[in-house]
């Protein structure tokens, strides 16, 4: 279970991992190893976020969300599984407490009339 706050948390269940190649320097290594990892978490179907925290997570991720609502987050920053998954993992979190803080409420108000000079 990965907690994102005490009161959201979310099910090992909902996140896919698929560990793929890397290129980049390594050596011999490189052409062995499946470091890079690609995290894949599907917004609209995941009980363990309200509708309104889905909508802000949607416009926030942007590009790296399907047509599907499918939120696919690559990490290749690291030379190891491990590191990959758990940087994966913390971007995850860092965008849904992004999608959680609701926004301002914007209140209109009217321009303040200066008021002229008597000469």
């Known amino acids: 279970m990965i907690e994102v706050t005490p009161s959201v948390k979310i099910e090992e269940s909902e996140i896919q991992y698929d560990f793929i190649r890397v290129s980049g320097p390594g050596g011999q290594n490189v052409n062995k190893v499946a470091s890079s990892v690609q995290l894949r978490f599907d917004i609209r179907n995941s009980p363990s976020l309200e509708p309104d925290v889905k909508e802000r997570l949607i416009k926030l991720a942007g ?28 971007r995850l979190i860092s965008l849904i407490q992004k999608a959680l803080e609701k926004p301002k409420v914007r209140r209109a108000t009217r321009p303040i009339q200066p008021q002229l000079a008597a000469c």
């Not at 590009?63 to 939120?71: A, F, H, K, P, Q």
């Open 63 to 90: 590009s790296r969300v399907t047509e599907d609502g499918i939120l696919i987050i690559e990490a290749k920053r690291y030379r190891t599984q491990d590191q990959n998954r758990f940087d994966a993992n913390q």
